[in-house]
Structures are given as structure tokens and as C-alpha cells.
């Protein structure tokens, strides 16, 4: 069985990402259909070895499309998603538009694959935020084994999580110091290279970061609503891969060889924690890879029942693109997508 499948901002770093993952993946697709916006018409794209054309988006007839991977920002998704899913498509979304949606399932399918049988309720499956994602893949094994109370995170965060254009904003101002140019923010709010930025998306009237609060809501969403969590979010100068400090408080005890026994058998993870300089895994080493990485596995001594670790990961790929083909090979496996053609 092939697929008829359209990816919506096709010429996004996600958009882009999630081509080279369905063909890296032999995903079976019988059509694929790259779309834009307007200004993107007959832009290339490519998929596998095949050059494809793009097609605008406001033009595209979603009636012979079995599966819609939209990359391309939460309003176009409130406007178009709907539309697709009306048309028969099942609607994969990697925007912030529908995840607190009650009847959209909020999907990492090694945490909580089982929940994709509620994509019948409005055709729409929500793919989380990329830092969350590889947060709630690490936390899903411990949970089972101990029960998480609480967690507090930092994350350290690349600039491809907020697009192409920030990352070119890195590589300019990276450039610009060398040469001993001016340095002029434009997307970000200060200077991003050499620097680090503790500030991601909207600040909220708590103080806290809307970035911030995805975190905790969508951990809460797709893993258990009595997990307490907290986070603190920073944009480092990195072009891609996402870290995070996890500091985790469990009801039951749970030793640091017993999580990493637990982490090491897990879906999706890897683990490399050898206690010597270098026997971690940093942002440069995960690019271009489908695992998040831990490391620095350890005990709390500030709680009881406290761990420690450090996760790494490809935040174009599991934080975003790679979760979105794993959900449609999910939906595949239960039966829930099938070829109208």
C-alpha cells in the first residue's frame, strides 16, 4: 500500500527535514506534493533523489491526499489544517496550533503512541515542541519504573528551532566579529553569536516564557497530568541540536544504574555516560541522527529520590520532522491511515 502524501512549507529547514526523512525512511509514498506559499512557486525541493517543484498552497486540492505534514507555523495550520482533514486527509501538524486541542491527540509515539486512536475525532494529530519531545522520550522509562513527581530543566537551545532565519542571524553576526562589523539583532532580541539568550517565544504575565510553559503543559498532556514541571529555556549559539539539564524527583527510589539500565532498553534513546572527560554527547554529535542521547546520568542529593542527566538531540529531526514520519508509520501499524486511491 503507497500513499498519496503533500508536505506543507516544503522549503522550511522542517519542511525540507521531513522530505529527507520519508525518503531516508522509505516511507511509501505513490505521490508527494511539496506546497508554500505563493512567493515559493516552482522553488526545487528534494525527495530522495527526485527534484520536485513546489505548488502554492492556497491552490492545493486536498481530496486525493491520504496524509498532510504541515511545517509550516501555527496560523497557516488554524487555516489549512481543517481543511485537509475535512477533505479526507489525516492532518500530522508540527505547530503550536492544536496541541492543547482536547481532542487532538498530542502524539510522541514511544511515550503514547496508543493515543493516536482519538486522530478519528477531527482527523488532526498534533506533533509536540521540539524540546518537550525529546524530554518526554527520556522521562517515559522512569516514569514507568518510579513514578515522576517532579521535574525542573534547562534547556539550551539551537537557533534552527526558531528557523531559517535565525540561523542565518548567527552565521551573520558569527561573520560580523570577525570582520569587526557592527552586530544588529534582528530576529532575536540580542546579540545570539558568542552569547546566550534566556528568553524564547512570548513572556507570559508570571514572568515565565510561553516556550516554558509548552513545556510543562505538553508534558503534562502526552505523559501524565500529575507531573509538576518547571523549566527555564535558553537560546544558545547553535545551529542545530537541543540540550537539556533534567533534574527529576521520583515517588519511588530509583538508583542512577537502574535508570541507566532502564534508558539504555528504551525505545528511541541512547546512552553514553562514561565519567571521563568527553564521555557525554553534545549538540555537534547528534546532528543528522533519530536518537536523543543521554548522559551524565547521576544522583540528586539535593531530594529524595533524585536523578540527574543530560539529553541531546536532533532538534530538526526528533524535535520536529522525524517525530512527524514516525507518527505516520504509527498510524500505518494500527490500521488508522489507509490509501483512498
Not at 503533500?6 to 505521490?31: C, H, Y
Not at 503550536?96 to 514511544?110: K, N
Not at 505523559?223 to 547553535?238: N, T
Request: hydrophobic share 45%; proline share 6%.
Amino acid at each position: 500500500m503507497t500513499f498519496n502524501v503533500a508536505v506543507v512549507g516544503a522549503t522550511g529547514m522542517v519542511g525540507q527535514e521531513m522530505l529527507n526523512i520519508l525518503a531516508e525512511r522509505e516511507f511509501p509514498v505513490d505521490r508527494i506534493i511539496p506546497l508554500a506559499s505563493r512567493r515559493s512557486i516552482g522553488q526545487e525541493v528534494h525527495f530522495g533523489e527526485r527534484t520536485l517543484k513546489v505548488e502554492a498552497l492556497e491552490h492545493a486540492d486536498f481530496s486525493g491526499i491520504d496524509l498532510a505534514l504541515f511545517a509550516a507555523g501555527g496560523d497557516i495550520a488554524r487555516e489549512y489544517a481543517p481543511k485537509a482533514a475535512a477533505a479526507g486527509a489525516i492532518v500530522i501538524d508540527n505547530s503550536s496550533a492544536f496541541r492543547m486541542d482536547p481532542d487532538v491527540p498530542l502524539v510522541v509515539p514511544e511515550v503514547n503512541a496508543d493515543a493516536l486512536e482519538g486522530v478519528r475525532a477531527k482527523g488532526i494529530v498534533a506533533n509536540p515542541n521540539c524540546s518537550t519531545a525529546q524530554l518526554v522520550v527520556a522521562l517515559k522509562p522512569l516514569h514507568d519504573a518510579a513514578r515522576i513527581r517532579r521535574v525542573a530543566v534547562a534547556t539550551y537551545q539551537a537557533v534552527s528551532g526558531a528557523g531559517k532565519a535565525a540561523a542565518d542571524e548567527l552565521f551573520s553576526q558569527t561573520r560580523a566579529i570577525f570582520v569587526n562589523d557592527p552586530i544588529e539583532p534582528v530576529h532575536f532580541p540580542k546579540q545570539i553569536a558568542f552569547n546566550v539568550i534566556p528568553h524564547i517565544d512570548v513572556f507570559l504575565e508570571d514572568g515565565a516564557t510561553r516556550e516554558e510553559w509548552k513545556m510543562r503543559e505538553e508534558t503534562k498532556k502526552i505523559l501524565d497530568p500529575a507531573i509538576e514541571l518547571v523549566a527555564f529555556c535558553v537560546r544558545v549559539p547553535v545551529f542545530v541540536g537541543h540540550s537539556e539539564a533534567v533534574f527529576v524527583e521520583f515517588e519511588e527510589p530509583i538508583t542512577p544504574g537502574a535508570a541507566r539500565k532502564l534508558l539504555r532498553e528504551a525505545p528511541g534513546l541512547l546512552v553514553v555516560d562514561k565519567r571521563e572527560p568527553g564521555g557525554y554527547v553534545t549538540p555537534v554529535e547528534c546532528v543528522g541522527d533519530f536518537a536523543t542521547y543521554v548522559s551524565r546520568i547521576r544522583r540528586d542529593p539535593s531530594v529524595e529520590n533524585g536523578l540527574v542527566f543530560w539529553g541531546v538531540s536532533d532538534n530538526l529531526r526528533k524535535g520536529a520532522a522525524l517525530n512527524a514520519i514516525q507518527i505516520a508509520e504509527s498510524l500505518i501499524n494500527r490500521g488508522l491511515l489507509s490509501a483512498r486511491g
